[in-house]
């Protein structure tokens, strides 16, 4: 069998006959041993890496092979050298045993293989493209073929048959969304002299303090102290909100004095930085023309321990006689991978409204680059932005395609880029690509399934015909980490979570914890028509998207690992997973995830060098051996370890809500620990409330 994935390899990355390597990419150019730089070093290693992977027959393999084991010699490689070693076994080994235990991919691994031994059948792309994917990217089979038919389809699965609609929907947004976001800082960047920063002295000192730590978290394009206003996210997400409730005012859909509550986690680089993270939000409002509009509370990884320590472990222990307070610290945060603050803003919702206001129905949560179109979305749908939450769809329950019954209880909207706003307010923000693919596309290639996805989920309106928004309505799989929400009763009656240990797509991940609770009515996102929001990231961060490239390539490899081996975790078959969640959020799931994320690396890689760009290719392949290698490592310690987490998170979840289910009976009943309780409550978030009119200094 492995000879047969090595001529499959072969052919991606060499020469078969006259035809071209599949993926452009002639490997052998790329290994030239005599070249040591340590840019030369790296690219020679990841050469190595795939001539190794096409077998002995390939020409240059004993050099190949030669050239990894004396390369393991020098130090300051050796962890990128373990790296690839780990995987070329890695690699084998999982294609052995998916080759042995599962007959579909036998069977199309034998045919591709029997495909590429005739070098004229390389030249049908889309057919020999479709071939490839079967074995190692099968959510985009097709794809590229009929358009118009995989969106019906898609569609069709996605479709809800209506049973009843919420009768008792959201009536006041204003008042009974808690709205929420998640804010990113860092340290001044180091062109900026903190001296020179616009803040107060005391602020300065301990900024200068702060900067000798050790970094400890890791983000794709924090917000750095003391950036200027206008690159600043956090102020433009906020008065985005704000002049939206400003429009709500003026249309007579809100009363003039109402404030909307945001809340936002503040999650940090370093440690140091979460006792000084709130003042330095206040440093940064405070040249802000007023954001009249709301209230805004900053969470804080010291804030959220605090909330632990005087709030909901001494309610543990009433209640429940528990004492150990890990499991609570484990869920209740904003620092570390961005599941533990997605979660946490979803949560508060249920604890804002036992502990603080009980008018508290619903959180909704926006990113800070994208604001509501007002008149857009007037002109466009009919309805302002908080118009639309007062649908009966939220909170509607129905049936899906499979008979499998759905509450509606969560809401999804979607995005249109600022660029393309003047066009449509319904154009879609992820494009169909054309099939002109290369290097790593061949092995993963999730824009086209997110492209498909985004056409037949997102952009999906409700009419006169089958899909009406009375009897029929769709559900999505696919949301944003913006521009979605949930009623506070379906989170505390199913207890959805992101776990801790997914960094990236938190947003896709948190549906997958409650994906099959038949017994209770599965909880779905309703899709609403309209709600969308226009994207502005490249409006005024054009350079943070730039310097933040690699790592979310990154990202995008760890987000394979991660979701597929959770999806193992799970407690019920990956292939009922994948049947749901299938095609974008589904290709993250593989059957064959070291092979994807290993060949991903190393074709990106490989592409950059062949592009000319030497260095990206060393930035891509330095950072991405070392981040991939620790976590590949960490899932293999124990077979179960993610299933361990998972279990624990869920478990803690649950005595999350059901100490607030105890602290609403009490309250109810007037029970003076309760009321404490509140009270400890109260003064917490007095503290976490933002000063958005005087100078704070600290």
């Known amino acids: 069998m492995n000879d047969k994935f090595e001529a499959i390899i072969r052919a991606l990355v060499g020469k078969t006959g006259e035809q071209d390597p599949l993926t452009s990419i002639d490997i052998v150019h790329q290994f030239r041993p005599e070249e040591t730089t340590p840019e030369s070093a790296i690219r020679n290693l990841n050469s190595a890496f795939l001539i190794s992977l096409c077998g002995l027959s390939h020409p240059f393999y004993s050099h190949a092979e030669h050239f990894i084991k004396a390369l393991g010699k020098q130090q300051y490689l050796k ?43 390389l030249s049908r792309h889309i057919e020999t493209l479709d071939m490839v994917w079967r074995v ?117 859909t809100v009363e003039k004095d109402t404030k909307v509550h945001c809340v936002l986690s503040v999650s940090v680089t370093h440690e140091g930085l979460q006792d000084v993270a709130k003042a330095c939000l206040e440093e940064m409002f405070k040249d802000v023309n007023g954001l009249h509009n709301l209230r805004i509370y900053a969470l804080t990884e010291s804030d959220t321990l605090r909330l632990v320590n005087e709030v909901l472990m001494p309610a543990a222990g009433h209640f429940f006689g528990l004492e150990d307070d890990s499991l609570l610290h ?32 619903a959180t909704f949560k926006i990113d800070l680059d994208q604001v509501f179109p007002q008149h857009e979305l007037v002109k466009e749908s009919g309805l302002s932005a908080l118009e639309h939450f007062k649908t009966p769809l939220w909170g509607a329950q129905g049936e899906d395609e499979d008979g499998k019954r759905v509450e509606l209880g969560m809401i999804a909207g979607a995005l249109v880029n600022r660029e393309d706003i003047s066009r449509s307010l319904f154009t879609p923000d992820i494009i169909f690509p054309d099939e002109s693919i290369k290097g790593d596309e061949w092995i993963f290639f999730s824009r086209l399934p997110q492209a498909l996805s985004t056409e037949a989920e997102m952009m999906t309106r409700y009419g006169d015909g089958l899909l009406n928004g009375h009897d029929r309505c769709i559900q999505r799989i696919h949301v944003t980490g913006g521009t979605c929400g949930i009623l506070v009763r379906s989170l505390r009656r199913h207890r959805p979570f992101t776990p801790g240990f997914i960094g990236r797509a938190e947003d896709q991940a948190y549906i997958l914890s409650v994906l099959s609770q038949e017994s209770t009515g599965n909880l779905r996102y309703v899709h609403k028509d309209g709600l969308i929001m226009r994207h502005d990231k490249d409006a005024f961060a054009v350079e943070a998207i730039r310097s933040a490239k690699t790592g ?33 959020t589904g290709c993250f799931v593989s059957h064959i995830p070291f092979t994807v994320v290993y060949l991903r690396l190393a074709l990106q890689g490989a592409l950059y060098f062949n592009e000319g760009k030497p260095k990206e290719g060393f930035e891509l392949l330095q950072m991405g051996t070392t981040r991939l290698h620790r976590i590949i490592k960490e899932l ?18 649950n005595a999350y809500y059901d100490i607030l289910d105890r ?35 600290l």
């Open 79 to 121: 962890d990128s050298v373990d790296f690839y070693r780990d995987g070329l076994a890695l690699v084998r080994e999982e294609i052995k045993k998916r080759y042995a235990g599962d007959t579909d991919f036998r069977e199309n691994l034998d045919k591709l293989y029997d495909w590429i031994k005739k070098p004229e059948n």
């Open 136 to 252: 190692l990217f099968p959510e985009g089979v097709s794809l590229f073929e009929d358009r118009v038919q995989n969106i019906e389809a898609l569609r069709k699965k996605r479709s809800i048959r209506i049973h009843g609609l919420n009768p008792d929907p959201i009536q006041e947004p204003a008042k009974e969304i808690l709205f929420t976001s998640n804010v990113l800082l860092t340290l001044p960047l180091s062109a900026m002299r903190i001296d020179d920063l616009a803040l107060s002295d005391t602020l300065k000192q301990r900024l200068k303090q702060v900067k000798k730590e050790r970094q400890l978290y890791w983000y794709d394009h924090p917000i750095p102290i003391g950036v200027d206003p206008d690159k600043n996210e956090v102020i433009y997400g906020l008065r985005g909100l704000d002049e939206a409730i400003a429009f709500e005012k003026e249309r007579g």
């Open 330 to 361: 484990e869920i209740i945060g904003v620092d570390g991978e961005y599941g533990r603050h997605y979660s946490l803003l979803k949560a508060i919702a249920a604890f804002w409204q036992v502990f603080l206001d009980p008018r508290i129905r």
């Open 552 to 584: 979310k390539l990154i990202g995008d490899y760890v987000r394979i690992l991660m979701f597929s081996h959770y999806a193992e975790a799970l407690p019920w078959p990956v292939e009922k997973t994948k049947h749901c969640i299938d095609p974008f």
């Open 636 to 653: 293999g310690k124990t077979p179960d370890s993610l299933k361990e987490r998972y279990m624990a998170e869920k478990k803690a979840w």
């Open 663 to 697: 602290i609403e009976d009490g309250l109810e009943e007037t029970d003076p620990f309760t009321l404490d309780m509140k009270e400890k409550t109260e003064r917490w978030i007095k503290d976490c409330e933002i000063d958005l009119q005087t100078d704070p200094g």
